[in-house]
């Protein structure tokens, strides 16, 4: 028995597109397991599987216009927990010679022993590798893909290289199998959800489950085009009274964006607005000249230096574009203050050196590091407002009662920021191995996107490198970053005579519509006394 799937009643919708196909012909799924999405100009749904089956064909193909009644996919109705005794199953089993073991008479109650099968028939599976949670990473780009189509990997095997605003990162490979399709190309701008490559594999047939879903839209439960219809057919109408054709991800967009879709002109289909129209218009806008008498910077002339001599472009990885641009507008919207001081480690240090020692067995070390940010939550508890953020209003101090300190990490792509969550409720012992991890991570392109999310202060340390003392750019939201310097032995006097005691220079940015210059005095004079004696963090 063949079943059809054909496109549901679409009401008055335009421009009803296959966006996206979630299974191949040859699948098994389940009821209710969602077989593909369409999208029209007023919302998107995904089209369910009315029966459990085999995909017999598919009728249509991705960027398709279709309309109401049209024939999608066609299933042959199988039911999938008897698929194993189905003779048509297209399944690659060498079936071993049979081998009759006599089984031993029971035992009066006792169970009859149950001879598990040898093989277990294989379906072939195809997967799709989709972009992670990338949290508030902005410019999600393809910047390399290590395999080609027809490529063999195995589970685990890295696919393709992303990078964002934030870090780098190896997508892998979530079953072995064949590369079956390449869906980005290098420099392709992606978001969360979006497809990355296609794989094909063979699996045992006990674990066929549902299809994989597709890329995340901004709801996974959509309501029939014609619902949806309804539900946004006052937005649909723009404010000049003409109807605006626009996605619910177009519009969500130019709603982040602050944009008038109403303003935007469309490149689309019958006039329809496409994201990167919302994109060339908020371009258009930021290009514009300032107008006389206005608040614009004076720009930096532009120079041709070739003239002088010879040059070399060399062209600057996304981070560090990325990170220029948010130093940039930090350094121009917070008004920032440093406040320089020292603190005695003298004994702080003592105490490490004989610690690693006894952790050498294991493999352990402590870090300078780990007790820096143990005294640094210390002190945010005792002075709360360093651990907050300026509302939008500019009339409320937003105070967080949780510390997630932020260790600025050197890579060779440019400076990432991994996150320390929960710092408070941590020993320095595992302080110190989980900010190696991360700076490993983040020195290999591995580091999860969420690893640099929801920081509340930031430390950001040259110690390791030299120099005396610096100031370091707030990164706001936040409203402090510390910066440590080297040490050094230099003669301190005790109030009888001189004597080398081990300094460690501190530098403490703010943002001084927050933090008042007494309040960071008292923030670096209280640190300086934890560091110098780090008993301090019990009491």
């Not at 490149?267 to 206005?294: C, F, H, M, N, T």
Request: charged residues 25%.
């Amino acid at each position: 028995m063949v079943e059809q799937v054909l496109v549901p009643d679409v009401g008055e919708a335009q421009g009803v597109e296959v966006v996206e196909l979630l299974v191949a012909v040859g699948d098994f799924i389940k009821a209710d397991a969602s077989i593909l999405v369409l999208e029209s100009d007023k919302a998107s749904m995904e089209i369910p599987s009315p029966c459990g089956g085999r995909i017999a064909t598919i009728s249509v193909n991705e960027g398709d216009l279709v309309e109401e009644g049209t024939l999608l996919v066609e299933i042959e109705v199988v039911e999938i927990e008897t698929a194993e005794a189905d003779v048509d199953v297209d399944v690659d089993v060498e079936e071993p010679a049979a081998v009759v073991e006599p089984v031993p008479e029971a035992e009066p109650d006792q169970p009859v022993p149950v001879v598990p099968p040898t093989t277990e028939p294989q379906v072939e599976k195809s997967h799709v590798v989709q972009v992670p949670d990338v949290g508030d990473a902005q410019e999600v780009v393809v910047v390399e893909i290590l395999v080609h189509q027809g490529d063999r990997v195995e589970q685990g095997d890295s696919l393709v290289v992303l990078e964002s605003d934030k870090a780098s990162m190896e997508i892998p490979a979530d079953m072995s199998g064949v590369v079956q399709e390449l869906m980005v190309n290098e420099g392709d701008e992606v978001a969360e959800g979006a497809p990355l490559v296609t794989l094909v594999g063979r699996i045992p047939i006990s674990e066929v489950k549902d299809p994989e879903p597709g890329p995340v839209r901004e709801s996974r439960s959509h309501p029939p085009l014609v619902e949806a219809e309804r539900q946004v057919k006052a937005e649909a109408v723009g404010s000049q009274g003409a109807v605006v054709y626009a996605g619910p991800a177009v519009r969500k967009q130019a709603r982040e964006y602050g944009v008038d879709i109403d303003s935007v002109k469309g490149s689309g289909r019958k006039g329809r607005i496409l994201k990167e129209d919302i994109q060339e218009y908020v371009k258009a806008g930021l290009s514009q000249a300032p107008s006389a008498g206005g608040a614009g910077i004076p720009e930096i002339p532009v120079v041709d230096f070739a003239k002088y001599g010879e040059i070399e472009e060399k062209p600057l990885s996304r981070i560090r574009k990325a990170s220029a641009r948010n130093l940039h507008r930090s350094w121009l919207n917070v008004p920032h203050v440093t406040q320089f001081d020292e603190a005695d480690i003298t004994e702080l240090e003592d105490f490490r050196r004989q610690q690693n020692v006894e952790l050498q067995a294991r493999g352990g070390k402590l870090t300078p590091l780990a007790f820096l940010v143990c005294a640094v939550v210390d002190t945010l508890k005792t002075f709360p407002q360093f651990n907050a953020s300026l509302g939008p209003d500019y009339e409320h101090l937003i105070l967080k009662h949780y510390y997630n300190i932020g260790v600025a990490v050197e890579t060779d792509d440019g400076l990432v920021v991994p996150v320390l969550k929960d710092a408070d409720k941590k020993g320095v012992v595992q302080l110190a191995e989980e900010s190696a991890l991360l700076a490993t991570q983040a020195r290999e392109n591995k580091l999860p996107m969420d690893a640099m999310q929801g920081a509340t202060f930031t430390i950001s340390s040259l110690g390791g490198i030299g120099g005396t003392a610096f100031t370091p750019i707030v990164n706001a939201p936040e409203v402090a970053i510390l910066g440590v310097s080297r040490s050094k032995v230099a003669p301190v006097y005790n109030g009888d005579a001189f004597e080398p005691r081990t300094m460690l220079p501190l530098s403490l940015s703010y943002d001084h519509r927050a933090i008042d210059g007494a309040e960071a005095a008292r923030f670096t004079s209280h640190l300086s006394k934890v560091l110098s004696d780090i008993r301090r963090v019990i009491l």
